[in-house]
């Protein structure tokens, strides 16, 4: 089993950054992706990046305020969120599989953490 940890949500202002931390415990030595994904209320949960052992993926959504990056070492990804808007509110939350696909916006993720909330005021 692998336990997935989120920290680093909160309250900010409109404009600021944020990041956000993931680590994975457990039998993670397998772990061939790790990625973010959020839900705002009333909507879909999005996919906004992952970070595999063949690549990375990050959301056109957020392209160019974000950037994900992971930690092989400590297992812990990152999401560097920067020129935060109020649309960004939302649980944030951390996934990651053992799946290896080529398709990183396919994956399945069979490991997901809590959440963390993220609030954006303007």
């Known amino acids: 089993q692998v336990q997935l940890r989120e920290s680093g949500g909160g309250l900010v202002q409109a404009g600021t950054s944020l990041r956000l931390s993931c680590a994975a415990s457990g039998r993670t030595f397998n772990m061939y992706a790790m990625g973010w994904f959020r839900q705002a209320p009333g909507k879909d949960r999005e996919l906004l990046g992952a970070?595999?052992?063949?690549?990375?993926y990050l959301a056109d959504s957020v392209k160019g305020r974000f950037t994900i990056s992971r930690d092989n070492a400590k297992d812990t990804v990152y999401l560097q969120m920067n020129s935060l808007k109020s649309e960004d509110t939302a649980v944030y939350y951390c996934?990651?599989?053992?799946?290896?696909?080529?398709?990183?916006?396919?994956?399945?993720?069979?490991?997901w953490g809590h959440g963390t909330q993220v609030t954006v005021s303007s």
């Open positions: 996934v990651a599989t053992d799946q290896v696909y080529w398709n990183i916006q396919a994956l399945v993720y069979k490991y």
């Open positions: 970070v595999t052992r063949d690549g990375e």
